[in-house]
T-cell receptor
Framework: DQQVKQNSPSLSVQEGRISILNCDYT??????FLWYKKYPAEGPTFLIS?????DKNEDGRFTVFLNKSAKHLSLHIVPSQPGDSAVYFC???????????FGAGTILRVKS | NAGVMQNPRHLVRRRGQEARLRCSPM?????VYWYRQLPEEGLKFMVY????????ESGMPKERFSAEFPKEGPSILRIQQVVRGDSAAYFC???????????FGQGTRLTVV
């Protein structure tokens, strides 16, 4: 039962362009969503989060959009840089439950 | 402020042996989570602990796996009688309060031979 889905296993983007990573969820009880970035042989690093009372949160080059009716969120990276090449995980939680449910990840490659 | 520290980084065990994975949370963090990542998969929740208490162990296999977070010292994930299917990366995360973003350690890569 995959409650959080990242349907694109990989994405390739030219340096300077926008990267858009997508995530869908099925559990309507989720009310807190996060994006993590992971390099090989390292732990995930927190990037940005959004609570269900908002539809957008911005932090520098990273913006997360949440569409609750569609149960969909996306991460926009503008402009993309070669150092952004990594695996990106979408995660969701119920604040009361605390644990994170992760998607399978999307490999982002930014070409220079 | 040191991050979440996990050791060892790499652990090789023969089938049937015990594996002990350690996690020291960030200073001031009293909430610890363990996750497992199998090859080509996302991270899967295993257990959530606060000091001396297991809050949620719904992701832990019922047999051979146990976790603790004592009053003093690191959190320990213990796997008894390891099998090849236990080979994975095990990540620990900590947070100051439940429900906020968690900070992850670098993981322990367990290989069962």
């Amino acid at each position: 039962d995959q409650q959080v889905k990242q349907n694109s296993p990989s994405l390739s983007v030219q340096e300077g362009r926008i990267s858009i990573l997508n995530c869908d969820y099925t559990n309507s009880m989720f009310d807190y969503f996060l994006w993590y970035k992971k390099y090989p042989a390292e732990g995930p690093t927190f990037l940005i989060s959004i609570s269900s009372i908002k539809d957008k949160n911005e932090d520098g080059r990273f913006t997360v959009f949440l569409n609750k009716s569609a149960k969909h969120l996306s991460l926009h990276i503008v402009p993309s840089q070669p150092g952004d090449s990594a695996v990106y995980f979408c995660a969701a939680s119920r604040v009361e439950g605390n644990k994170l449910v992760f998607g399978a990840g999307t490999i982002l490659r930014v070409k220079s | 402020n040191a991050g979440v520290m996990q050791n060892p980084r790499h652990l090789v065990r023969r089938r049937g042996q015990e594996a002990r994975l350690r996690c020291s949370p960030m200073k001031g963090h009293s909430h610890v989570y363990w996750y497992r990542q199998l090859p080509e998969e996302g991270l899967k929740f295993m257990v959530y602990l606060q000091k001396e208490n297991i809050i949620d162990e719904s992701g832990m296999p019922k047999e051979r796996f146990s976790a603790e977070f004592p009053k003093e010292g690191p959190s320990i994930l213990r796997i008894q009688q390891v099998v090849r299917g236990d080979s994975a990366a095990y990540f620990c995360a900590s947070s100051p309060t439940g429900g906020t973003e968690a900070f992850f350690g670098q993981g322990t890569r367990l290989t069962v031979v």
